[in-house]
């Protein structure tokens, strides 16, 4: 199948090295301590962040750092096949810890010693880059909830198909079997915090495919400081400062 046509268009009619639209909206749900709602094209993600508050297994408290929860699970209308999908099967646990340590990397935990923060991530529509968008989306969320960063962590994937580097894959495209590479990073204090790939890649090929990952991490953190400070904003209206 011809994944980019000779005018160096893919299926969907972007360009190989240009992003699906995001759009972002914060404080989607209400008793969340922070909550957003983030969109990569079709795919779309609700994050909802609670905490710092008190451990609830006294076991697992730790004196010198917050403890950090994270689930993940996709909605069973998420995608078109009627499979019902298991709470808890092997792929939404791996998912479930790849975005705990992802978070892991940016939260300053030293901060609040002896409680937990909980972050649900669910999955309310699938086009490919799910990962990412609920990367993105757990960052607005936690943001919104006030908890303390180093740093927005972002997340954007790449792939190689016909040759060709394609940002930000869709679907289609992230079943057609080539390499995928997701990638996330600390843009300010220009760190990776996620690189997973799902074949192998020759070298020299790997840092293309992973520059232009990084280069979409880069543009969804601009649009997410912009969400931000948007948000500040209106808050400073509504309390009239």
């Not at 199948?1 to 914060?26: H, K, N, T």
């Amino acid at each position: 199948m011809e994944y980019v046509s000779p005018e160096g268009l893919r299926l969907d009619g972007r360009r190989p090295m240009e992003m699906r639209q995001i759009r972002a909206e914060i404080g989607a749900v209400s008793r969340a301590d922070g909550s957003a709602i983030f969109e990569m094209g079709n795919t779309k993600v609700v994050a909802a962040v609670y905490g710092p508050r008190e451990v609830q297994n006294r076991s697992q408290q730790m004196s010198d750092q917050a403890l950090i929860r994270c689930e993940y699970s996709m909605a069973n209308f998420s995608t078109g096949d009627r499979k019902r999908k298991p709470k808890g099967d092997r792929r939404s646990t791996e998912i479930s810890m790849v975005i705990r340590q992802t978070m892991e990397a940016c939260i300053m935990t030293h901060l609040m010693p002896r409680s937990q923060i909980d972050i649900y991530v669910q999955v309310l529509q699938a086009d490919g880059g799910t990962r990412s968008a609920c990367i993105n989306a757990a960052t607005l969320a936690l943001s919104d909830a006030g908890i303390p960063m180093c740093d927005l962590v972002t997340s954007c994937s790449a792939g190689y198909l016909n040759s060709t580097p394609l940002l930000d894959l869709n679907y289609i495209e992230d079943s057609a079997g080539g390499p995928d590479v997701t990638v996330g990073i600390l843009p300010k204090l220009d760190k990776v915090t996620l690189l997973q790939m799902d074949s192998k890649l020759p070298i020299d090929i790997l840092e293309n495919v992973m520059q232009l990952a990084t280069e979409g991490c880069k543009a969804v953190a601009n649009y997410i400081r912009e969400i931000l400070l948007e948000n500040t904003k209106q808050l400073e209206y509504r309390r009239g400062v």
